[in-house]
């Protein structure tokens, strides 16, 4: 089933915009989409994370639709914290089969930047539980830190093997121009990384930047052939609290939203030509190649150090970099992943295109894993 | 931190007080109003005794703001012996001394830096048992 046609898209380059706010990344980018759309959206929906708390507008999308020269919309700002893009897509996904509207603009947009490291740290922790967390010194490096040390311990695999994940993205965001860390990371600048939290290091992390991405989304399928469609769309929310992750090593929420997401799509994962899912410390990476099925469990690191998540590979992942490596922009991730498995779908992904590919598994999760989208896109 | 915010978690975050339900008997930490397990509304408060196991740690070097001035520092899950785990800092002793599978015990301690004007934020935090004997 249709769910939706991605008629139009756009995005910035993912980085530093010392000279451009919050609205005006996301009016870049939302305007990028109305261009290449043949359409007129009735209705905006801004998937945005740390906005209210960094102290930047709230009520996100009234202005930016206003800015994008809109006199009158439909306007929803979605916060779910990392998955913020995420959920915005589906809240479009959700007005569109409603019959609410027959073209919906959805935008993803961050500017973590104006802050400082510290600041934007306590920012992220409190999508994790301010009353047993975030409020106890915990932020989401310090849950990565212990869900790495009980990785390491219950698999038995090397500390320097994590590597492999963060090495396998920088490969794919070389090729982006629009990526925040376009360069090959090598063994011995990832080793010399400063310690966040014991064992996690700078380079484990996926750098929080600014950015935004957007596409139209329409229910009619549109008259040319250049259309991606999402046919599998999935959100789902469990218990939250860095325990389970840590100490199971598990994220129920990103395999059940994959499962639920796959079966409307009617596909396994086998037959998904592409994966952009939620790397924003290797060990999330790590625990979501396992949680949807593509590694064994304490298999994901082995499984990034061969060539099976290239490009070429049998499971292409992050193929334009990754949050890790293109940049992590927050609530605006969920959406860059969209518009690049629909770069993919459209055989526009220059450098980082993937021979013939025909579906793509997008997966956004925020606190930490508790919460979960993951949509299936075909063209 | 508001005052108002600060004193209503006292309860927990001082005495690590949480809640017993009346119906199905399962202990949470901190306080509910509604049984997660079973739905009931019937809950009591519940002392939990500040004793547990540290089940994993990490020393910290770069914090959230607001703690930054206590870096480095140790966090880890404890699990209390009446079941929940509980996240927080391990205190009063060196992060490579810190060993899975230690016996902690809950202490009250500053948690976190504020402003000039603001309240001082006392909570808790857990140390080896063998330092306090």
């Known amino acids: ?203 484990d992390g996926a750098p929080p930047c600014d950015g935004a991405a957007a596409a139209v989304v329409t229910l009619k399928r549109p008259e040319t052939d250049q259309t991606v469609r999402v046919i599998g769309s999935a959100g789902i929310s469990i218990e939250p609290g860095i325990w389970r992750p840590v100490l199971e090593l598990k994220l129920p929420a990103a395999q059940q939203s994959a499962s639920r997401a796959l079966d409307q799509a009617g596909l396994t994962t086998k037959a998904i030509s592409l994966f952009e899912l939620h790397d924003s410390s290797t060990i999330m990476g790590a625990l979501s190649l396992e949680a949807i099925g593509l590694a064994d469990k304490g298999q994901a690191l082995k499984l990034a150090e061969g060539d099976a998540l290239s490009l070429k590979g049998a499971h292409p992942a992050w193929t334009f970099g990754g949050h890790k490596a293109r940049g992590h922009t927050l609530g605006a991730s969920g959406m860059y992943q969209i518009v690049e498995a629909a770069l993919q779908l459209r055989g526009d992904a220059g450098q980082n295109q993937v021979a013939d590919a025909r579906t793509a598994l997008v997966q956004s999760l925020g606190s930490f894993g508790s919460t979960a989208f993951t949509h299936v896109l075909s063209r | 931190m508001d005052i108002a915010r600060l004193w209503r978690q006292q309860p927990s975050n001082i005495r690590l007080l949480g809640s017993r339900c009346r119906s199905c008997g399962v202990l949470t930490f901190p306080e509910r109003v509604r049984c997660a397990e079973c739905c009931s509304s019937e809950l009591q408060a519940y002392q939990f005794k500040g004793d547990g196991e540290l089940l994993v740690a ?76």
Not at chain 1, 9 to 21: D, F, P
Not at chain 2, 63 to 88: S, W
Request: aromatic share 8%; hydrophobic share 45%; proline share 4%.
């Open chain 1, 1 to 203: 089933m249709d769910l939706a046609h991605l008629v139009g898209i756009g995005r910035t380059k993912a980085g530093e915009h010392w000279n451009r706010g919050l609205v005006d990344l996301a009016v870049e980018a939302g305007g990028a989409a109305l261009d290449e759309a043949a359409v007129s959206p009735t209705a905006i929906v801004v998937g945005n994370a740390l906005g209210s708390v960094l102290g930047d507008q709230r009520n996100l999308a009234v202005y930016i639709a206003a800015r994008l020269g809109y006199r009158q919309a439909e306007t929803h700002t979605v916060e779910s914290d990392e998955a913020s893009g995420g959920a915005a897509l589906r809240m479009a996904l959700a007005l569109l089969n409603a019959g609410f509207h027959e073209a919906v603009l959805v935008i993803g947009a961050e500017k973590p930047t104006d802050t400082f490291p510290d600041g934007v740290e306590a920012g992220r922790a409190n999508g994790l539980d301010v009353l047993r967390e975030a409020g106890f010194g915990f932020g989401v490096s310090v849950a990565a830190a212990l869900a790495m040390t009980n990785y390491i311990n219950t698999y038995g695999v090397d500390r320097s093997s994590f590597y492999h994940i963060s090495a396998h993205a920088h490969r794919h965001a070389a090729l982006n121009d629009l990526s925040f860390m376009s360069w090959a990371l090598s063994e011995e600048q990832y080793a010399k990384s400063p310690l966040v939290a014991d064992p996690f290091k700078v380079c």
């Open chain 2, 58 to 133: 990490t020393t910290v070097y770069e914090a959230p703001r607001g703690f930054v001035d206590q870096v480095p520092y140790v966090a880890g899950l404890v699990r209390l012996v009446e079941g929940p785990i509980v996240a927080a800092m391990i205190t009063d002793i060196e992060p490579d001394k810190v060993a899975v599978g230690m016996r902690v015990e809950m202490v009250t301690r500053r948690i976190c830096s504020s402003g000039a004007d603001d309240p001082i934020v006392y909570g808790y935090k857990f140390r080896p048992v063998a330092h306090h004997d």
